[in-house]
């Protein structure tokens, strides 16, 4: 018996196939597979202003808080007075941007990753990598990129 290749079965396959691949790239479960990364967790430079760039006045961020900028992708932190940190807004689990800052910690609303707002260090997964440090300069009463 011989079987012929039909129109409808070609395009079933190639279907099939391209969907996985889809599939396989925009998938990725719960886990980062533990691995770690030299560079930022997106591969390209974290922050997407200009250095120099005017962020915030220093009354914009609060003691003990923080305030996100997601154009910039950096998340900037006041956890001590007069103590100005930055971060990430890149979530390294997922890639997403962190959406809130509270009760001392930068959190992402993905997956609920928390992040210190003093180091960027995990609070509470299910991130294992802490955000990276951005640097930022006070100058006066502005805080900006460096």
């Not at 018996?1 to 998938?27: F, K, N, P």
Request: charged share 15%.
């Amino acid at each position: 018996m011989t079987y012929e290749t039909t129109r409808r079965a070609v395009l079933l396959a190639t279907g099939a196939t391209g969907a996985a691949a889809l599939v396989a790239a925009c998938g990725g479960g719960g886990d980062d597979g533990g691995s770690a990364s030299t560079g930022s967790p997106t591969g390209q430079d974290t922050t997407g202003g200009p250095a120099g760039q005017v962020l915030a006045n220093l009354d914009e961020i609060p003691v003990g808080g923080g305030k996100i900028f997601a154009d910039e992708k950096v998340v900037v932190t006041q956890p001590e007075q007069g103590r100005f940190k930055a971060f990430s807004a890149i979530c390294t689990h997922q890639r997403c941007t962190v959406g809130s800052v509270s009760d001392g910690t930068i959190n992402c609303p993905c997956h609920g990753s928390r992040f210190k707002i003093a180091d960027g260090a995990v609070a509470h997964g299910p991130a294992t990598q802490p955000l990276p440090a951005e640097q930022i300069t006070v100058e006066g009463n502005s805080i900006r990129l460096a």
